[in-house]
């Protein structure tokens, strides 16, 4: 009797999925990197530091849960059910809550001229992500759940994280010397969401930008905008040849 029940308890142990076995030694990671992402995205300050901590997140994630001897992709998306009874794929926060909250803080601080030419520059950060990835841990062999949803969920988010992490190294490590345009403040609006307050500055046509645009900034700035001011626009060439802009504060 007593065998029989100590054999049931070690066919439920192995039931657990292996995501678990791997996850619970990156708890810690999956925590530093919630905490860093939440300080973040509501107070961006000290900002380099805090955006160059929560790149690494990813990569230092997989070289970790790498380490355990080079274990299957599984180990990354965490399965459990839904309320409906389905499969529900979440892969390791350190990878998909660092390309969130990267993806917002620098679309919320960071306007681009064009999406056309992020396409090259992520295209190649996404590959390098993916050598990293296959590099430091197995394709799927077996598994009772579904491989499909296993293979999008973890790549739709490391490709996510690659452009998101492109466009925000390439506008924070950015030292080039702007080109600097003049434009009349003709509008000013609030667009509030759920969980965050948007601020856009309305302004005539500048550069080679010929229709009236609006440019989001930061609370303060806005505060400080008045309506027919004349505002700077500077416009810079960006780390990887991705133009961006931004108004200056006086």
């Known amino acids: 009797m007593k065998e029989g029940k100590q054999n049931k308890q070690k066919e439920k142990e192995s039931k657990v999925t292996l995501s678990k076995l791997t996850f619970h030694k990156l708890d810690w990671l999956e925590y530093i990197t919630m905490g860093l992402g939440l300080w973040f995205l509501f107070y961006p300050k000290p900002y380099d530091i805090l955006f160059t901590a929560l790149l690494c997140m990813p990569i230092l994630g997989l070289f970790l849960n790498g380490m355990t001897g080079r274990p299957s992709i599984v180990s990354l998306v965490e399965i459990s059910k839904d309320d409906d009874g389905k499969d529900k794929y979440d892969v390791a926060d350190f990878i998909d809550f660092a390309a969130w909250i990267i993806l917002i803080r620098v679309l919320l601080d960071y306007e681009f001229e064009s999406f056309y030419s992020m396409i090259i520059p992520g295209a190649i ?56 345009y003049n434009a009349e403040v003709v509008d000013k609006r609030i667009s509030k969401g759920r969980r965050h307050t948007t601020y856009f500055v309305k302004v005539t046509p500048w550069g080679h930008h010929y229709d ?23 416009l810079k060439k960006g780390l990887f040849n991705i133009p961006w802009y931004y108004i200056e504060r006086e």
Do not use: R
């Open 212 to 234: 009236k645009e609006e440019i989001s900034v930061s609370s303060n700035h806005y505060d400080e905008i008045q309506i027919g001011q004349t505002v700077k626009i500077d």
């Open 125 to 180: 950060a996404f590959i390098i992500m993916l050598i990293i990835l296959f590099a430091t841990h197995k394709l799927i062999d077996k598994t009772t759940k579904s491989k499909t949803w296993i293979y999008l969920s973890l790549i739709f988010n490391v490709l996510l994280y690659s452009y998101a992490g492109t466009y925000g190294v390439n506008c924070v490590y950015d030292n080039s010397e702007p080109t600097v």
